[in-house]
């Protein structure tokens, strides 16, 4: 697609651990029990070992769940681990809906890029927060996962946006760092951000642009379908 009005500013989100909390340890424990699996929060479980071929829609969900239980699972248990997971993953960031909502009154032109399995983007098809974004980009609709660079050039060409003119906020440096080497503004979150201060400076004193940070391909597969152990 080609670009259009380049000049006009975007702002990027991310969703899991920007708009949504991250999910409790009661949240963990009630998945855990579900699948016979313990400590699944941890950066080496079988839950993050696969998340990312399943967030790219390369395998289905009866498949990710069966390799994160190490057993046979059935599309009727899938589906309730699924609708587990879901909800899980949707405690909102009240502080950054806030933002948000101000964002959006002001006229700012908004999009979402999150990596999320096809069966959570149903779940959150009817959020009250999906109507403040003019574009929605999920990884299992587009077969890309952050931080492929090619995610975030297709990003790009669809918003017809100057790199530079496109404020990205992710939690995860990897994405920040995939992103700023292509000259997106990139911003690193954390739960402790203030995300108006954060929005409010200056390019060069944006927070979370990490020029040191090595490359995400270093850090992370290229390829959807690389498992990777670090949560999104």
Known sequence: ????????????????NVISTAPTPEDWEVLAEATGTPDLQAPTSRYWLHRYAYDAGAVTADEYWTLVCGESVSRTRAAWLDALDGNQWSHPNLE?????????????QLALLS?????????????????LFRHLFFSSSLRLVKPTPAVFEHVLA??????????????????IAAAAALGLDARLFSPASDLSAMLARSDSAAPGRRPEDPPASAARGLQPVISSAVPE
Do not use: K
């Open 1 to 16: 697609m080609a670009r259009n009005d380049s000049s006009r500013r975007w702002y990027l989100f991310d969703y899991g």
């Open 96 to 108: 950054t809906l806030d933002v948000l909502e101000d964002l959006e009154a002001r006229g700012e």
């Open 115 to 131: 990596n999320m399995p096809a069966t959570m983007v149903s779940q959150h098809a009817d959020a009250p927060w999906t109507r």
């Open 158 to 175: 669809e918003l017809g946006a100057d790199p530079a003119r496109v404020i990205f906020v992710d939690d995860s440096p990897q994405n």
